[in-house]
């Protein structure tokens, strides 16, 4: 039946007025293209609604708080050129050396001028100014945690071990060229079968012979050690039982370094496996500043609040990451930051990132003014800050959804080596017994 204007009781007369308007055939176009809601708005005299543009979003800031506002010239300066040389020169790689498993090492000679830069006053360790020294770790870690554990293994672990405990002979040949990143180095305390325990069960020996020690043994993990040209390597002492602190050179006859395979977090770090069988290692190379294992938990100390600034910078990395991603991702035709499930969740990691920065910040000031960290304070700044940076890359990675767990968004490998950083400088609970011990009083280890 034909459809007349009759028919679909429209007043011809009404009809061929509007026609003298208006193209009325284009007219009932656009109302084809109206949804019911429209429609409704449009019959009682209103204007349909129009699409709302979504507003710019403002400069991401993890420093939402200006926690690192009163910073000094020198501190400023030392954040200022690490996150410029991580971002410009590190990120580029980032994701592909994790993915192969290879560190960059083309990248050192520039890390050599980094530390230039920025280690105008000379290196000393424990540093003279820890804020300076935690804030690399932070920026480091925000862009790619794996580089950081290069770094903090060569000038904090190796490099430390040096300071604190080598002969001026030692500083001189190691140390110094060291400084300037010529010569690479590495660090070994764990072992196949003993990590927590390793003050008691460490079953790596050294035996004097004359002049020369010789060390049997196995050592696993020791970042860098595969193209590192000197390990600092912890032995015990087969006379007295002591540990001692050894430096061997890569090369050495019956040093055998081979690369963990499978691993899934920090897979830039090149972590190992070494077998010593009868190294000879001359008495000129044995650390002079050891004579305990408690010598060495000094230095441990505050490498393990190198962690906890390492752990608030990785945080902040995913939170910003993740917050530009939902800045950029539109779904139902908006932003996602536009809708309320996700401003909370944004809103839940800026929080614990904004803890985690004043923290580590109480953390650097308290070193500063003692000169150095009690274990105590150190384990309580591994314990809570790894906690809160496994809660802040879960969030970033499931608000991100399938894209998620892709490298080319970054929080992936964020949110994999944060494990990583969980793990390491001592468990969890060994730490949180740390804590417990100098809070109570009561020792609950074994």
């Known amino acids: 039946m034909e459809a007349t204007p009759e028919r679909l009781g429209i007043d011809p007369e009404q009809l061929a007025r509007l026609s003298e308007k208006t193209d009325v055939s284009a007219l009932l176009d656009r109302l084809d293209d109206l949804d019911a809601r429209d429609l409704e708005r449009l019959s009682q005299g209103a204007r349909p609604a129009r699409p709302q543009r979504s507003p710019e979003p403002p400069p991401v800031d993890g420093d939402f708080y200006d926690v690192f506002e009163d910073l000094t010239e020198k501190q400023q300066h ?4 690490v996150r410029t040389f991580m971002e410009e020169t590190v990120a580029p790689r980032a994701n592909e050396a994790w993915e192969k498993g290879v560190f ?25 100014d820890p804020i300076a020294v935690g804030l690399v770790s932070y920026e480091m870690s925000r862009v790619d945690p794996s580089f950081c554990t290069f770094w903090g293994v060569h ?9 604190m405990f080598g002969s001026d002979a030692q500083k001189e040949k190691y140390l110094r060229p060291m400084e300037t990143f010529d ?44 193209f590192a040209d000197v390990n600092v390597i912890w032995a015990r002492d087969t006379r007295d039982g002591n540990v001692k602190g050894f430096l061997v050179e890569l090369g050495t006859d019956g040093y055998e370094v081979e690369k963990l395979p499978g691993k899934i977090s920090k897979r830039a770090v090149e972590n190992v496996l070494i077998e010593m069988n009868d190294v000879e290692v001359p008495e000129a190379n044995r650390l002079p500043g050891v ?24 945080a902040a990395g995913a939170y910003e990451k ?34 985690l920065q004043t923290f580590v910040m109480q953390l650097g000031r308290q070193e500063a003014r003692d000169g150095y960290i009690t274990p105590e304070r150190a384990s309580l700044a591994k314990v809570w800050c790894c906690d809160t940076m496994r809660e802040v890359v879960s969030i970033a990675r499931g608000l991100m959804g399938g894209n998620g767990i892709l490298l080319e968004h970054d929080v992936a490998r964020l949110f ?31």
């Open 416 to 446: 994999a080596d944060a494990e990583a950083v969980y793990a390491y400088e001592g468990s969890r609970e060994m730490n949180a017994l740390i804590v417990g011990r100098g809070i109570t009083g009561q020792s609950a280890f074994v």
């Open 322 to 355: 993740a917050l530009e991603y939902c800045n950029e991702r539109i779904q139902f035709g908006k932003r996602i930051t536009s809708f309320q499930m996700v401003q909370d969740q944004l809103v839940r990691m800026l929080g614990k990132v904004t803890a």
């Open 104 to 128: 960059p090492r083309d990248l050192i000679p520039a890390a050599g001028d980094l530390f230039a830069d920025i280690m105008t006053d000379g290196y000393t360790f424990p540093p003279e």
């Open 291 to 314: 004579e305990k294992f408690a010598d060495v938990g000094l230095q441990l100390a505050s490498c393990r609040a190198g962690v906890a600034w390492e752990a608030a910078g990785l």
């Open 183 to 226: 010569m690479i180095g590495s660090w070994a305390l764990t072992e196949p079968k003993h990590g927590s325990d390793a003050s008691r069960g460490l079953e790596t020996t050294a035996e004097k012979k004359g002049d020369t020690w010789i060390l049997n043994g196995a050592k696993k993990w020791s970042g860098n050690a595969t």
């Open 155 to 163: 000038t904090g672990l190796s490099m430390g071990s040096l300071a």
């Open 78 to 81: 030392v954040r200022q050129q």
